[in-house]
């Protein structure tokens, strides 16, 4: 979906942000030049150098390595950078090590001696606690020959990108030529991240929203270094994936919505389509099949699977765990081998997600004879389980993966099925769920969490947020944004913003490279960015943003 979106004007209570909230497309102030240290996630190590700027020209050349992954990520760059530079940038193979123009070189060595930096005053404390994700690192250096991106993976070639996009000034977001100049400050990062999986997810199933809306969902993550998008496709209120075996899962239960709106659904291509345009940006998708409960969409269009035997009505309201299937009846794990087997087939990612949450019409055993022979189904896919952390009082799966969204700070559960072996994925409601009102006055989301501003997302640290749950056993952290309340792509873009880049780099940065004063600043530079690029966002009274443009001040 391009910038111009539908704006999001809600009419606030007397308190409530201003109707400023909504983006100037394609406006920016003159904004002075980024630093090196501006970053949002902030890297590992920074080390200024003022006098080695570098000006992109019409001369300059991308340079890649010949690997095709490599060349692929160039000519992202080239995409990137094109629109607001007003001329195109060649994407060539890299003939050497050497500098000149823009360079991304793709080894197993992106900490070697490049430009007079060597690998020895490269590495920090801080580069060290990143250790283990460090085949997601890259190294950027800037200096008045060119700018070097070197890593070990094209993921890591593709997180250089995105920080040199912010290092060029915010009119690099806009989609017309502008005048620049476009310099790069000089300098060396060294970067990788903390944790491995860094993660928002997008619920679909409350409010539909289509291949387009997802795009530029997904293209609002990538910025900040999100590596894995998960879909909650099903819920009480619909069913957003067409399964072959069972097509009325989709065209009847994918024909409701909240409030009662027409819905929709994704075919297999359409599917395949946004997990291969994630993949393209380095992102893998989590696909959710929510179960036991949450589920009416599909009893609707299978009554067979309701415990009565009798399909219900559809549902379009926002309560909760009302609904379950038949957890005694055989025919049930024939339905859901089959749903199971189909979604796997379409999702090349390690991970399948079966919800597991407030499956209130059923008594615990009930709950874990169903959660246990849930388990195998999926492991029978080849993918690991990932589900809510009420899935943690059940029979431990092999690998599985427990999310954790409650609002403590200690949960028996979840420390007892990480002693098993279990890894934890950190969703904390009260920290990372986007749909939580800002304020009071906030005109979208709920409060059932809590208020959530952004010193609320950034002020925890995962490694020692759950009590029994130590750092290594942290897969990483996951935003989610539920839709009850949201309806359009204005809405999910200022209920995600600015908070999705605090809780990225909670799942990035190292802990020692965060502070909440600095990181209110850096954030404030981003704002400029979202205005440019028609991003609409929450312009909270705890960041320092930027005066918007004045007409005078907006590209022609």
């Known amino acids: 979906m391009p910038p111009s979106a539908p704006g999001f004007h809600p009419v606030p209570p007397s308190g409530a942000d201003p109707v400023g909230d909504a983006p100037s497309t394609g406006a920016r102030l003159a ?106 690192g890259y190294r950027l250096v800037v200096s008045g020959d060119g700018v070097l991106i ?70 609002h993550i990538a910025r900040y270094k999100i590596n894995h998008l998960h879909l909650h496709l099903t819920d009480d209120q619909g069913w957003r994936i067409a ?63 309701a415990p009565a035997g009798v399909a219900p009505p559809p549902y379009t309201g926002t309560d909760v765990g009302f609904s379950s299937v038949a957890v005694d009846r055989e025919s049930t794990y024939t339905f859901l081998a089959e749903v199971l087997a189909e979604v796997a087939a379409l999702t090349p990612g390690p991970y399948l997600h079966i919800g597991g ?41 092999p690998g599985r993966v427990i999310q954790y969204w409650g609002t403590g700070t200690a949960d028996a559960g979840v420390a007892e099925a990480v002693r098993q072996g279990a890894k934890v994925l950190l969703s904390p409601g009260n920290r990372t769920y986007l749909d939580m009102k ?25 490694g020692s947020y759950l009590e029994g749950v130590p750092a290594e056993a942290v897969l990483g952290v996951e935003a989610p944004l539920w839709t009850e309340t949201v309806t359009s792509v204005a809405e999910i873009e200022y209920m995600t913003f600015p908070r999705l880049p605090a809780i990225a780099e909670l799942g990035w940065s190292a802990e020692s490279a965060r502070d909440w004063p600095d990181f209110r600043h850096r954030l404030a530079g981003q704002g400029a960015r979202w205005d440019t690029a028609g991003i609409t966002y929450h312009r909270s009274p705890e960041i320092p943003w930027q005066p918007r443009p004045t007409p005078a001040q907006v590209p022609g």
């Not at 250089?160 to 060396?188: D, H, K, M």
């Not at 399964?243 to 024909?255: H, K």
């Not at 009930?366 to 492991?379: D, I, K, S």
């Not at 005109?443 to 950034?458: F, H, Q, R």
């Open 31 to 136: 904004d002075a030049p980024p630093r090196l240290a501006d970053i949002v996630p902030a890297p590992v190590a920074v080390r200024p150098d003022p006098g080695a700027d570098y000006r992109i020209t019409a001369d300059t050349v991308i340079r890649t390595s010949p690997h095709p992954d490599a060349r692929a990520v160039g000519h992202q760059l080239a995409d990137l950078l094109q629109p607001a530079i007003g001329y195109p940038l060649p994407v060539v193979e890299a003939e050497s090590t050497g500098f000149g123009g823009i360079t991304l070189l793709l080894d197993q060595a992106p900490t070697a001696e490049v430009a007079g930096a060597t690998e020895a005053d490269a590495t920090t404390e801080a580069e060290a606690e990143a250790g283990a994700e460090a085949d997601e």
């Open 150 to 219: 070197r890593a070990g993976s094209a993921a890591g070639l593709f997180y250089g990108v995105q920080t040199l996009r912010q290092l060029l000034a915010a009119a690099i977001e806009c989609t017309e030529p502008q005048p620049g100049p476009w310099s790069v400050p000089g300098g060396v990062i060294e970067d990788a991240p903390r944790f491995g999986y860094r993660g928002a997810m997008l619920d679909v199933a409350r409010h539909y929203f289509g291949v387009p809306e997802v795009f530029r969902f997904i293209d």
């Open 243 to 305: 399964i072959d075996a069972w097509p009325r899962l989709a065209e009847i239960g994918g024909a409701t919505e909240v409030d009662g709106g027409p819905g929709g659904y994704y075919t297999a291509a359409q599917y395949r389509r946004i997990v291969s345009y994630a993949a393209e940006r380095h992102i893998t998708v989590v696909p959710e099949i929510d179960l036991p409960g949450h589920t009416n969409a599909a009893l609707t269009a299978y009554g067979e699977l």
């Open 357 to 397: 949450d407030e499956a209130f019409t059923l008594g615990p055993a009930e709950y874990a004879v169903f959660m246990e022979r849930l388990q195998p189904l999926v492991a029978a896919t080849g993918k690991t389980v990932v589900g809510w952390h009420q899935l943690a009082a059940v029979g431990h799966s």
């Open 438 to 462: 800002y304020t009071p006055a906030t005109p979208l989301g709920k409060d059932w969490a809590g208020l959530i501003e952004v010193s609320t997302a950034y002020g925890w640290d995962p």
